[in-house]
């Protein structure tokens, strides 16, 4: 149990050390990694959807 007490106190030290950043700035990071996330995903949500597609224009040609 002394051990997790040490690590704790350990933990906490460290946490001091931290130079945090502002909060405008952790909440302009915050909306900009949200939006870039959501860009991405309509990105690759559009490929998805061209490549189902395509596949399935080459799956017919097959007669499939």
């Known amino acids: 149990m002394e051990r997790i007490k040490n690590f704790l106190k350990g933990?906490?030290?460290?946490?001091?050390?931290?130079?945090?950043?502002?909060?405008?700035?952790?909440?302009?990071?915050?909306?900009?990694?949200i939006i870039f996330s959501l860009i991405i995903g309509f990105y690759l949500w559009i490929l998805d959807i061209a490549f189902v597609k395509i596949l399935n224009f080459l799956l017919s040609l097959r007669g499939g």
């Open 11 to 33: 933990v906490k030290q460290e946490l001091n050390k931290v130079s945090w950043p502002p909060r405008s700035l952790a909440f302009k990071a915050t909306v900009s990694v």
